[in-house]
């Protein structure tokens, strides 16, 4: 059973990889031309894992851009949003991914912010703030604010502040959003949902709602809590 299980995850694996060099030459300099792309890849990676997909909440997703916020399983939390969200979104990555040439270019190609997780250098952390900031003055961003997968994990992480750090303040939509997945095949922390996945994405709301939370500190700080009770909230609907 555990050679059948790797032999799956290794040809979705090469699926994916054949898709991303087939796909690469028609990529541009067009967001939504080059959104449309990765989304018929995801599409396809997701039937061929067998994965039967259930989302809803599409109409919550305003025509201004907005930050959509959602808990974090594993690395195909990416391909089954990018699947499902009907309008361009591009996402808050991690600076580590773009060693990766091909998936570099394709990150570049719907406009992704990258930033580094772990650094504490005030600089780059201001930098990434300003890039968040500006990204949400022209088009929809995801934020993952657990900042790693959960992987086997079903619990929820706190939200950190940083990724809400340049969102404050701001007049913008947050959207949340959660990823029900029950379970997964997996080598290792390469993990493929298993069956069913829900995906729900709740009624959007102003950062200006989390004022009254009683956090001490930042805004930000109030914002991730707020956040992250709004996804909870989704995540009990499901599994209630």
């Known amino acids: 059973m555990k050679i059948k299980k790797g032999l799956r995850l290794i040809r979705i694996l090469f699926l994916l990889i054949f898709q991303l060099i087939k796909n690469y030459p028609m990529l541009n300099q067009n967001l939504e031309h080059n959104f449309i792309i990765c989304k018929r890849i995801c599409q396809k990676i997701l039937r061929a894992a067998g994965v039967h997909l259930a989302a809803s909440g599409n109409e919550n997703l305003p025509d201004t851009p907005f930050l959509l916020v959602s808990n974090h399983r594993c690395f195909f939390d990416v391909v089954i949003l990018l699947a499902v969200v009907d309008k361009p979104i591009r996402f808050v990555a991690a600076k580590e991914l773009y060693r990766y040439p091909f998936l570099r270019k394709y990150l570049a190609s719907i406009q992704c912010v990258p930033i580094e997780r772990y650094t504490r250098d005030f600089s780059k952390i201001k930098g990434s703030i300003g890039e968040i900031s500006r990204a949400l003055e022209k088009s929809n961003l995801v934020l993952f604010p657990e900042g790693e997968c959960s992987y086997g994990k079903k619990k929820m992480s706190s939200f950190k502040r940083g990724g809400f750090m340049g969102v404050t303040g701001k007049d913008i939509w947050i959207v949340p959003c959660f990823l029900h997945i029950n379970s ?46 709004q996804v909870r909230r989704l995540q009990e609907e499901v599994e209630n």
Do not use: T
Request: cysteine-free.
């Open 184 to 229: 997964f095949e997996h080598v290792g922390r390469w993990m493929i949902p298993d069956g069913e996945v829900r995906v729900v994405m709740g009624k959007a709301f102003r950062p200006e709602e989390a004022e009254n939370e009683n956090v001490s500190g930042a805004p930000s700080g109030a914002l991730a809590v707020y956040a992250r009770k």
